[in-house]
């Protein structure tokens, strides 16, 4: 029995370790480029060896190009990892790099500067020489991306930089003078940015290099590196860098869409245009990541098919033609694409306003007998052939003869609107006795005139009476 357990145990465990062995990896591996060039004259050096000497899983070498070029493909990084290159060649001092790796993010390694170990002993044109002073100046010799993507997004989501430190002869500072830098983010979108590492020591050459590691908020932001003497009172504070975060995929819940005007006159005029703007976000509630592509499609008219946001944003123009809607309404749909490459849409509907006419002004009642010093009261109902709201900014005015006055909705422009009702198609006013005295009963009318923005026109007058003042 203890035989069969044993035996059973031992089976168990190899299956759990053959079935683990066959995953695979979490992540697809990364590519590492690179560069080596010579700190003098910033040419390419080729045939340098450019080992990764850490982490120790990662240990690798490879030689650099005719173009100074060098690559690592499929390097296995699960986890966010400093990485060290160390580039060494026969005539140069060796230098060390540091960097941050993340896990399915190719990295770029910002150019690797060597100096040759020939003495130069200065010249007769007044060129300094001898051994190089402490830190006195910081200066940024590389910045591998002005422009990041926040994190969870896709896209390089860090960028590395070097800094060269230099001495009161701008001279790069030797070893005996190695100084840690400190890196610091001094202004930012407040997204949980950061540096890593946040202190490097300078290396052979004078020089340091760390990553910028986006957060989850878009923004620009700057970093400052500083160096502090205190032997000699004195911090070095190099120019900032400047750099920008830019928003992720498309989320449906931050995707928006808006028409200029929503009862637009497009039923009877042809290449009117209208437009259509997307506001496009993230899931972070950032604007989406500039270029990020929207589609646009109608059931009315035609509308400039696609454009790609900027700041979040994007305009197109619905134009006014065929085909239009029996009734007038269409659908204007945008299209883009999330985090996980499936469509999301908004809608909006729009309405093709036609031209007003004299069938669709009624007017209630449509004559009258008004007494002395008295009033009437009348209400209107105004539309477009099709029943619906008249266009944006059609003017409705009403006009009586001599002897009366009109007050209420007598001069009327129609609102931006899809609906009906009160103040957008039905309207009432009070026709008023003016005269304070008539010998006799007079006929009168009100004229109600109606002009859309495209100046198609209709009028109606309605005749009555009013009765003498005595």
């Not at 390419?44 to 240990?59: D, F, G, H, M, Q």
């Not at 060649?89 to 500067?113: C, D, H, R, Y």
């Not at 008219?301 to 696609?306: F, K, R």
């Amino acid at each position: 029995m203890g035989k069969f357990f044993f035996y059973s145990t031992s089976i168990c465990l190899v299956v759990i370790a053959f079935f683990l062995s066959s995953c695979g990896p979490l992540y697809d591996p990364i590519n590492i480029t690179g560069k080596v060039v010579n700190s003098s004259d910033n040419q390419p050096i080729s045939e340098a060896l450019v080992k990764i000497t850490s982490p120790s899983e990662l240990i690798n070498e490879t030689f650099s190009n005719e173009s100074g070029e060098f690559f690592f493909e499929d390097v296995e990084v699960d986890t966010l990892v400093n990485m060290t290159f160390e580039v060494s060649k026969e005539g140069f001092v060796t230098e060390t790099v540091t960097l941050s790796a993340s896990p399915e993010q190719n990295l770029t390694v910002p150019s690797i500067a060597v100096t040759s170990t020939e003495f130069d002993g200065g010249d007769d044109s007044g060129g300094v020489s001898g051994a190089t002073g402490g830190a006195a100046a910081i200066v940024l010799t590389n910045l591998a991306s002005e422009v990041i993507n926040i994190s969870e997004t896709g896209g390089n989501v860090n960028s590395a930089f070097t800094f060269e430190i230099q001495d009161s002869t701008g001279r790069p500072i030797g070893p005996q003078n190695a100084v840690d830098v400190n890196f610091v983010i001094t202004n930012g979108p407040g997204g949980a940015e950061g540096i890593s590492p946040e202190v490097v020591r300078s290396n052979e050459n004078g020089t340091v290099t760390s990553n910028i590691f986006a957060g989850n908020r878009a923004g620009n932001l700057s970093i400052e590196a500083r160096i502090e003497r205190p032997e000699v009172g004195l911090t070095i504070r190099s120019k900032p860098i400047l750099l920008t975060i830019h928003g992720g995929f498309p989320d449906l819940e931050h995707f928006s869409i808006a028409a200029d005007v929503v009862n637009f006159e497009g039923l009877a005029i042809s290449g009117n245009r209208n437009p259509i703007s997307v506001v496009v976000g993230d899931k972070f509630s950032n604007p989406a990541k500039p270029g990020t592509p929207v589609y646009f499609n109608t059931t009315g008219g035609v509308i400039q098919g696609s454009g790609v946001i900027q700041d979040g944003e994007l305009e197109v123009d619905l134009i006014s033609g065929n085909p239009r809607p029996a009734d007038g309404l269409l659908t204007i749909q945008a299209h883009t694409f999330d985090e996980n490459d499936q469509e999301i849409v908004r809608t909006i509907p729009v309405l093709f306003s036609g031209p007003p006419s004299t069938q669709n002004i009624t007017v209630t009642p449509n004559t009258f007998d008004i007494p002395p010093n008295g009033s009437q009261r009348f209400t209107m109902e105004i539309t477009d052939v099709n029943g619906n709201a008249l266009p944006f900014n059609t003017n409705i005015t009403v006009t009586p003869s001599d002897g009366m006055t009109v007050d209420g909705d007598v001069d009327i422009s129609i609102p931006n609107t899809l609906g009906t009702g009160e103040g957008i198609t039905l309207f009432s006013f009070t026709a008023q006795d003016s005269d304070e005295e008539t010998s006799e009963r007079q006929e009168v009318s009100i004229r109600i005139e109606v002009e859309t923005p495209g100046g198609f026109t209709a009028s109606k007058t309605i005749s009555g009476f009013k009765a003498k003042s005595f």
